[in-house]
């Protein structure tokens, strides 16, 4: 893990934001202070950050639509801080692509610890590159029927026009792609996509598909019961 990586905070309160900024420098973590979301927007065309820390509440555009920016075009971490401890919000900030969510007032150790943890299992994530990346994404591409997940690019294609999907979207229909016909419960599903640290409601994977077969006119996605959900359709080509 390299502690150089430059670590965004996006927080209007600067005695928060400099409490968190003081505790990574601790750590040997670079950071880049911002006020709004749109200091964020400017500073990101330029010097894109290894990861994100967003308040949600923030003056101008607020944390939930500049985390659907920044997960629109890029995969990195985000980490979300918020007074808001209602269900629905947590959920919407992972619907939006948030990997974590916290909520204020939290300590600035636990924050860091998540830090550290989410850009762990994103460089894990990484360390896969080589030569040889071009082969490798090819043997790893995913056929469906009329559905195409390439997990090298995180790119997917239906009827081969390409689809916009947030990181969880992505995750989540990776882990149905890959296993066809099989019954997911809704607790299989959040420790697949949200891992076995999460303590929302089951809900978020409601929502969640709810988004892809919106995104996706047509995909053999059905709801199973008293149960929970499963893709339908052919067998998978890998």
């Given amino acids: ?18 409490l968190v900024e ?21 500073f990101w065309k330029s010097s894109p950050p290894k990861m994100w820390v967003l308040d949600i509440m923030l003056p101008g555009m607020d944390g ?12 990195v971490p985000i980490i979300m801080i918020s007074a808001k401890d209602n269900e629905v919000d947590k959920i919407l900030g ?8 916290l909520v204020k007032p939290f300590s600035p150790r636990e924050l860091v610890a998540r830090i550290k943890r ?21 043997e790893m591409k995913i056929m469906l029927g009329r559905l195409q997940i390439m997990p090298e690019e995180r790119r997917v294609f239906w ?3 390409e689809v916009e999907l947030t990181s969880k979207e992505f995750q989540m229909l990776k882990v149905f792609a890959e296993h066809p016909n099989r019954a997911f419960t809704r607790e299989e599903l959040l420790s697949y996509v949200w891992g076995d640290d ?5 809900r978020a994977v409601d929502h969640l598909i709810k988004r892809m077969r919106k995104k996706i006119d047509g995909l053999p996605l059905e709801s199973v019961w008293g149960h929970g959900y499963r893709m339908r359709e052919g067998q998978v080509q890998v």
């Fill in 1 to 18: 893990m390299n502690n150089n990586a430059v670590i965004a905070i996006v927080e209007d309160d600067e005695n928060i934001r400099h």
């Fill in 22 to 42: 003081a505790y990574l420098h601790k750590e040997n973590y670079r950071t880049v202070g911002l006020g709004s979301a749109e200091e964020a927007l400017e």
């Fill in 64 to 75: 939930y639509e500049l985390c659907r920016r920044i997960r629109d075009e890029a995969e």
């Fill in 94 to 101: 992972f619907e939006l692509g948030s990997d974590d969510y």
């Fill in 118 to 138: 989410q850009l762990e299992r994103w460089d894990k994530l990484g360390q896969d590159g080589g030569l040889d990346a071009g082969k490798r994404a090819e």
């Fill in 159 to 161: 009827d081969k026009t």
């Fill in 198 to 202: 999460y303590f929302g409601s089951d």
